[in-house]
């Protein structure tokens, strides 16, 4: 695996923590604002 590939694979991951971990209280504030 070349750096950039094992760079991407990380930030997905992340990206799904983040979906998971933060959607919930960013939609709750997003709906709160708008």
Not at 1 to 11: A, D, F, G, P, V
Not at 18 to 32: H, I, R, T, V
Request: hydrophobic share 45%; glycine share 2%; proline share 3%.
């Amino acid at each position: 695996m070349t750096k950039k590939e094992i760079l991407q694979k990380r930030y997905i991951i992340h990206m799904d923590i983040f979906m998971l971990a933060g959607a919930s209280p960013l939609k709750l504030a997003y709906d709160q604002a708008s």
